[in-house]
């Protein structure tokens, strides 16, 4: 419907052109507001303007040295990787169940991962730490990635359901002709086929791990193990606020996510009309 | 195919998911007919006093009048918004010559992926009482004074900030979504609404609403769950961690009376309660994906 409706007039041109500003301007805002201010020597001015006006990399120095983001960091990444194989692993073979076979309660197996998607964390994290204080996983990052997995879990099955369906029967088949025991097949032709899905989940799962904020500031009291989310918190402080190096710690949490985003956008939303609208 | 096969393959995630997913939903529950405290989280000793957390919950004037309202309003203006915007987003970004969609395109992906956390501490940081940018800005103007103006004190202006990073947050993947539904519209059908001098607007109603009324319902119905559990946006504004007692909502307060107030149990009934609303307007999900087609 693209050019028919849209540029056929000077004024439509014009709206259309005002409209893309606008949305740029909009989304971007934020994200220009962090970079600034990470990057300004004046960053807790009180009368600083939103272009900074002394450049500078001691707001990220200041944030790696003694904020410890160099830790906080290792531990996010250890959590997130940890996450993204282990629930790309588990949510590969579950939707190979649910995609290439028909078995009792598959319906009612799938309608459950659809209905845990939308249970409450704030509900989960109060049996959740009572469990962890009781088995001693409080400060423990494996904690953070058991509950990470679980997380990430329904939305990587639900999307490399709809990946795995797209494969031809007849490529599986084909396999067997040849002589490819299941196992054989799965590895060799259904797993390289799936791949591109499993790179979309994957950055799904990564950033549930890498954004989490409500479990990684109440499992974790011991500093050394916060990840990025929690340490940010440490800026803040009863004397103010180091706004410098609050938006360095955020540029160096945000700028990988992002990355990750604008690299996959086009499976990313392959993925989601796949899994979530076509049901 | 022998049988066991599809089992074999799902007993992972069906593990971690009744572990860690179905069994705390029921650990809730029971903690909720509690009285949970510090002794009883330090000692492993219960203490069941039936639907007494219920009971305190419901004759709470807290709930009736900052606590539901807090959370209702705000998850029913967010979603309006964010479909909206991210509607009219979508219908502008169907409209660009490839080169400028593309741009547009990552500008959304980069509003998407900024984190809950960062993307809060910005707003916060905009909108700071007396050396915000916005607050400066809107006192050179004169609308405001920013010597005495602080905005997160004040409920309305509060869930005004938190309402912009929300929608910020959220309209990307309504964007995306209702894009991807666009582009599957037969365009022989736009092209005969225009020759029969069907206006855009009307073209709008008549035409893609009920052509992708599934989408519409999808990005509505998860934008609804999603705004009804926003916990990390108000949390992390200032007094939305329970030092503002007008500012909280479900999510907030159940965890603020468990981990402040070390009152497990009753917050654990607010979590319950919060948990049913959400069932409820997923069980109307459901029904709606399953009129679609079967899954």
Redesign the interface.
């Known amino acids: 419907?693209?050019?028919?409706?849209?540029?056929r007039t000077a004024r439509g041109r014009v709206l259309?052109a005002v409209?893309?500003v606008a949305?740029?301007a909009?989304?971007?805002f934020?994200?220009f507001?962090?970079l600034s201010?990470a990057v300004d020597a004046r960053a807790n001015d009180?009368?600083r303007?939103?272009l900074p006006t002394q450049f500078t990399l001691a707001n990220f120095a200041f944030v790696l040295d003694e904020g410890r983001f160099l830790t906080y960091l290792r531990n996010s990444l250890l959590v997130a990787l940890a996450t993204v194989v282990i629930s790309g692993?588990?949510?590969l073979?579950?939707s190979?169940?649910?995609a290439?076979?028909k078995?009792r309660f598959?319906?009612s197996?799938?309608?459950?991962?659809?209905?845990?998607q939308?249970?409450?964390?704030?509900?989960?994290?109060?049996?959740?730490?009572?469990?962890a204080?009781?088995l001693n996983l409080l400060d423990d990052l494996f904690g953070l990635v058991?509950?990470y997995?679980?997380f990430s879990?329904?939305f990587a099955?639900w999307t490399l359901r709809g990946f795995v369906a797209a494969v031809p029967f007849e490529i599986e088949e084909a396999a067997y002709m040849d002589g490819a025991s299941?196992f054989q097949m799965f590895w060799r032709v259904l797993f390289p086929l799936v791949a591109p899905g499993l790179v979309a989940t994957s950055v799904f799962s990564f950033?549930t791990a890498?954004?989490e904020?409500?479990f990684a500031i109440?499992f974790m009291s011991d500093q050394d193990k916060y990840t990025v989310?929690a340490g940010?918190r440490r800026f803040f402080t009863q004397y103010g606020?180091n706004?410098g190096a609050?938006?360095a710690g955020?540029t160096l949490?945000?700028v990988p996510?992002?990355l990750?985003?604008?690299a996959v956008?086009r499976k990313?939303?392959a993925g989601?009309?796949a899994g979530?609208?076509?049901? | 195919?022998r049988?066991w096969?599809?089992?074999v393959?799902?007993a992972?995630?069906?593990a971690?998911?009744g572990?860690?997913?179905?069994y705390?939903?029921y650990?809730?529950a029971w903690?909720s007919f509690q009285d949970?405290g510090l002794r009883e989280?330090v000692t492993?000793e219960t203490d069941w006093i039936g639907f007494a957390n219920f009971g305190e919950l419901l004759s709470e004037p807290l709930l009736w009048e900052t606590v539901l309202p807090n959370t209702v309003v705000f998850a029913v203006v967010n979603v309006a918004l964010t479909v909206t915007v991210g509607t009219l987003?979508a219908l502008?970004l169907?409209?660009?010559?490839p080169w400028?969609r593309g741009?547009?395109?990552?500008?959304?992906?980069?509003?998407?992926?900024?984190?809950?956390?960062?993307?809060t501490?910005?707003?916060v940081?905009?909108f700071?009482a007396?050396?915000g940018?916005v607050m400066?800005a809107l006192g050179s103007l004169g609308l405001i004074d920013p010597e005495t103006t602080n905005w997160f004190t004040e409920r309305l202006p509060f869930f005004g900030i938190a309402t912009l990073n929300v929608v910020?947050h959220g309209f990307?993947?309504v964007a995306?979504?209702v894009?991807?539904?666009?582009m599957t519209?037969p365009?022989d059908v736009?092209?005969a609404a225009?020759v029969d001098g069907a206006s855009?607007w009307q073209?709008f109603w008549l035409i893609t609403v009920p052509l992708l009324k599934?989408?519409f319902a999808?990005v509505t119905i998860?934008s609804t769950?999603w705004d009804?559990?926003v916990?990390?946006q108000i949390y992390?504004m200032p007094g939305g961690d329970g030092a503002n007692r007008d500012v909280l909502n479900?999510?907030t307060w159940?965890?603020v009376s468990?981990?402040a107030q070390n009152r497990?149990g009753l917050?654990?009934a607010i979590?319950?309660m919060?948990?049913l609303v959400?069932?409820l307007?997923?069980m109307f999900?459901?029904r709606v994906?399953?009129r679609?087609?079967e899954?």
């Not at chain 1, 979530?276 to 049901?279: D, E, L, N, R, Y």
């Not at chain 2, 741009?103 to 993307?119: D, E, H, L, Y």
């Open positions: 419907m693209s050019n028919v409706v849209g540029s259309t409209g893309v949305v740029l909009f989304t971007l934020p994200v507001v962090m201010t009180g009368n303007s939103l692993l588990i949510a073979f579950a190979v169940a649910v290439r076979f078995f598959r319906t197996v799938l309608v459950m991962i659809l209905i845990v939308m249970v409450p964390l704030e509900a989960l994290v109060i049996p959740l730490f009572v469990q204080k009781s058991v509950v997995v679980a879990l329904p099955i299941w950033i890498w954004n904020f409500i109440t989310a940010l606020t706004w609050v938006m955020s949490i945000t996510v992002m990750f985003f604008v956008q990313l939303s989601l009309v979530a609208v076509k049901g | 195919m049988a096969r599809p089992w393959l799902i992972p995630a069906l971690v998911l572990g860690l997913l179905l705390p939903l650990r809730v903690l949970f989280l492993g987003v502008l169907a409209r660009l010559g400028t741009i547009a395109t990552s500008a959304i992906m980069v509003a998407w992926a900024v984190p809950a956390v960062t993307g501490y910005v707003w940081f905009l700071d007396r050396s940018a400066r910020h990307p993947f995306i979504t894009l991807a539904g666009l519209l365009e736009m092209e225009i855009a073209r599934p989408i999808v998860l769950i009804f559990k916990f990390t992390l479900l999510g159940s965890y468990s981990f497990y917050g654990s979590a319950v919060l948990t959400l069932l307007i997923t999900y459901l994906l399953f679609q087609d899954i």
